[in-house]
């Protein structure tokens, strides 16, 4: 059984890029465009971990985390941060609500990210 990630990124190229990268790894991958929507499809398909856009449409990253932090089964989920801004507040936050990492997009490969997530599991695990 493949591990699975839930990539929630509003620029459709990025998500495009990033969930090709974790077809490679062996990820089952589901996509979503906001936290909004991605809120509504954790709680359907419970993935592994969560790549998740900080600055996105309807409900924003950190917005998101929150939410999914209020629940008991969102509480333990690995969360990957995703930002074109380096070190500010939202990072912090981030952090406080339990990320575990934090990613600035332009210093990553695709790959490399998927690479990331699938060694930050095998640590969970």
């Given amino acids: 059984m493949s591990l ?6 509003d620029e459709t190229p990025l998500r495009h890029e990033l969930m090709q990268a974790f077809v490679v790894e062996g990820f089952s991958v589901f996509e979503a465009e906001n936290g909004s929507l991605g809120l509504n499809l954790a709680f359907r398909i419970l993935p592994d971990i969560i790549l998740l ?10 917005e998101m985390l929150q939410e999914l932090r209020n629940y008991k089964w969102g509480k333990s989920i ?5 930002t074109n801004e380096t070190a500010n507040e939202a990072m912090e936050q981030a952090t406080l609500q339990g990320a575990v990492d934090y990613l600035v997009k332009t210093e990553w490969k695709s790959i490399d990210v998927a690479k990331k997530a699938r060694q930050r599991l095998e640590k969970i695990k």
């Fill in 4 to 9: 699975k990630v839930l990539i929630i990124e």
């Fill in 53 to 62: 856009d900080i600055n996105m449409p309807e409900m924003n990253g950190l």
């Fill in 78 to 82: 690995p969360v990957i941060m995703l």
